[in-house]
Nanobody
Framework: QVQLVESGGGSVQSGGSLRLSCAAS????????MAWFRQAPGKEREGVAA???????NYADSVKGRFTISQDNAKNTLYLQMNSLKPEDTAMYYC?????????????????WGQGTQVTVSS
């Protein structure tokens, strides 16, 4: 079981940037797949970006070219760099770990979850 704590959320104007962090404990990132998800009020949780053990990435079409998922050199922190933010990016963002399918953006394929960090983008 991996423990995950997200941070870096906040309120920004359209076109702004935020970098989310996910601190992991219990395991390193090297042997387990990780991802970012988000959930807006009244909507289902959706996959945003995923990264596998070879650092290959997979992004939702809605964020391609704007968001970047990465890990630090110590392999204990996951990041989501979010640029050119839009109001439709407003959501609670969750870090997920212990994935069993490479590049998966399906919530049920991950076993560990953080508590979420709120991102609000205003016009």
């Amino acid at each position: 079981q991996v423990q995950l704590v997200e941070s870096g959320g906040g309120s920004v104007q359209s076109g702004g940037s935020l970098r989310l962090s996910c601190a992991a404990s219990g395991y390193t990132y090297s042997s387990y797949y990780m991802a970012w998800f988000r959930q807006a009020p009244g909507k289902e949780r959706e996959g945003v970006a995923a990264i596998d053990s070879d650092r290959s990435t997979n992004y939702a079409d809605s964020v391609k070219g704007r968001f970047t998922i990465s890990q630090d050199n110590a392999k204990n922190t996951l990041y989501l760099q979010m640029n050119s933010l839009k109001p439709e990016d407003t959501a609670m963002y969750y870090c997920a770990a212990d994935g069993r399918i490479s590049g998966s953006l399906i919530p049920m394929t991950y076993n560990s979850w953080g508590q979420g960090t709120q991102v609000t983008v205003s016009s």
